[in-house]
């Protein structure tokens, strides 16, 4: 049993044509339209919701819209707004990765869909976000047809090749950590935050980076009460903050999405951990989504 990457990040929004020229036509994402044709998606009944699921590297972004107001991802929207919905972990046994979450006092809201003897298709389950840092946690395991599961058809969006990290922000080291690596089974990568204080982030923050596949889950302390991150926990509560991008080419990619009309917060920076080059586009150019920035220093 195991979490071996994060299978996608979703999204909730008000306007599925909208979106998709969003995250389609001005990032540069493709849609799997053998899942989720355009320009309607995926049809779920689970929660009335319409959804295009847009390939980023080994994960996905996942566009819900919600078919009905009344439905817990529509009063979700007419809640909180359109933005980050929930965080969909892969694993490699659903049964006993439920099983392990609820020990460790997590409230399931769907349990297992499907059998563990099906073939195709996949199964899913949903935590409730209460005990979870706020935020939902969705479950998915792609089930073997044909010997195999279906593998992830990798995508990118100009030189945007993977998600690097989700940003989590939390009130407390401890509660935060617990829930991770303790509930979850992960680990901390203690050569880039070492434990127990992890490392200094921009914005007054200790950072602990917590590594999924080929992406993290990046865990975000606030360390005073005026910072953005501390005025963002106070008004929305811990939980999901940002999603970031890893890009080839950060300049290009800063000007090619300045040039389509998103909006840039600051300027592309060095970060604190490597010198890594950061930019940041404003959640009101998004849809609601903080989005990040991220290139590793270029060799030589």
């Not at 020229?21 to 009944?45: I, Q």
């Amino acid at each position: 049993m195991a979490f071996t990457r994060i299978h996608h990040v979703g999204v909730v929004v008000a306007d599925l044509d909208a979106a998709r020229k969003l995250w389609v036509d001005t990032y540069g994402f493709k849609a799997d339209e053998s899942r989720s044709p355009l320009p309607h998606g995926r049809h779920v009944t689970l929660d009335n919701v319409n959804i295009l699921d847009l390939p980023v590297g080994e994960s996905e972004l996942e566009i819900n819209w919600p078919n009905d107001a009344e439905s817990g991802t529509g009063r979700y929207l007419a809640n909180r707004g359109a933005g980050l919905h929930h965080l969909g972990l892969y694993t490699d046994n659903i049964e006993e990765d439920v099983r392990r979450l609820e020990k460790g006092g997590l409230r399931t809201v769907v349990p297992p869909k499907g059998s563990s003897q099906q073939r195709g298709g996949q199964r899913v389950a949903f935590f409730h976000p209460k005990e979870n840092l706020g935020f939902l946690l969705e479950l998915w395991q792609d089930m073997p047809a044909n010997g195999e599961p279906r593998r992830p058809v990798r995508g990118s969006g100009g030189g945007i090749t993977r998600i690097h990290h989700v940003g989590f922000v939390a009130p407390d080291i401890g509660e935060a950590l617990h829930l991770f690596c303790d509930v979850y089974g992960l680990e901390v990568d203690e050569a880039i935050s070492p434990l127990p204080d992890g490392r200094t982030g921009n914005d007054n923050v200790r950072v602990f980076d917590i590594p999924v596949g080929e992406s993290e889950i990046e865990v975000i302390v606030p360390q005073d009460t005026e910072s953005g991150t501390a005025r963002f926990l106070a008004s929305r509560g811990p939980g999901m903050h940002h999603i970031c991008f890893y890009s080839e080419d950060m300049e290009r990619e800063m000007k090619r999405l300045r040039d389509a009309g998103l909006q840039e917060i600051g300027s592309v920076s060095r970060g604190r951990l490597r010198g890594e080059s950061i930019g940041w586009l404003h959640p009101k150019s998004n849809m609601g989504v903080l989005v990040e920035l991220w290139q590793d220093p270029v060799e030589g």
